[in-house]
């Protein structure tokens, strides 16, 4: 299994606070990614890194902040929570060399905001 | 843009029924797909991807997938259900170029169920 972690695995905070999960690898894969799943949606992207200090947005990017800092690291932050991010977020890593790799995702953190 | 289409949310087989899962894509540029499987309470896991080389693309746990470029469908198939393939299945298309190299396009996921 690809060495994805995330932090925490559970959470239940208050409409309004800050909130940051964390997504560490130890493969050294250039890229990663944060997706949230809900039902009938699949998961879909909300933000991305291609390398330290490189991010961009996914598609539902509002209400969410990235920052990469290291390889290894990954943060999402809701800067104001609300009740519609209540979500299973996953984080994902890939090498992408050459042509689209495979992408290994961590264990999701189940985030409820009430 | 890119879009995944998976038919059908939920699918119940009998255990030893053939499976089949269906997945379309819209793409501007080539492909690459890919099938994940996801069991209750985890992550995501690769059962198989094309990348060009071959249309028929064999995976893990005896699943396997047929590239279709002019029905644009990459169909999930294995042959013999087993208990053990209950979970949720996603199709995801990937695009690649420039810095959104890799990003991958979810279908909405189908259930899968095995009746004894």
């Known amino acids: 299994d690809a060495g994805i972690t995330q932090s925490p695995r559970h959470k239940v905070t208050e409409t309004g606070t800050p909130v940051t999960l964390r997504c560490h690898q130890t493969e050294n894969h250039r890229y990663m990614y944060w997706y949230r799943q809900d039902p009938g949606h699949g998961l879909r992207l909300i933000h991305y890194s291609y390398g330290v200090k490189d991010t961009d947005k996914g598609e539902v990017s509002d209400g969410y902040s990235v920052s990469r800092s290291k390889t290894e690291d990954f943060l999402l932050t809701l800067e104001s929570a609300t009740s519609s991010q209540t979500s299973v977020y996953f984080c994902a890593i890939s090498k992408n060399t050459g042509t689209p790799d495979e992408q290994y995702f961590g264990p999701g953190t189940r985030l409820t905001v009430t | 843009a890119q879009s995944v289409t998976q038919l059908g949310s ?22 690459y797909l890919f099938w994940y499987v996801q069991y209750p309470n985890q992550g995501l896991q690769l059962l198989l991807k094309y990348t060009s080389a071959a249309t028929l693309v064999k995976g893990i746990n005896g699943f396997e997938a047929e590239f279709k470029k002019s029905e644009t469908s990459f169909h999930l198939t294995k042959p013999s259900a087993h208990m053990s393939d209950a979970a949720e299945y996603f199709c995801a298309l990937a695009t690649a170029g420039g810095t959104s190299y890799g990003k991958l396009t979810f279908g909405q996921g189908t259930i899968l169920t095995v009746h004894p």
């Not at chain 2, 119940?12 to 379309?24: D, I, K, P, Q, Y």
């Open chain 2, 10 to 31: 939920h699918v119940s087989v009998s255990e030893g029924a053939l499976v089949l899962l269906r997945c379309n894509y819209s793409s501007s540029v080539p492909p």
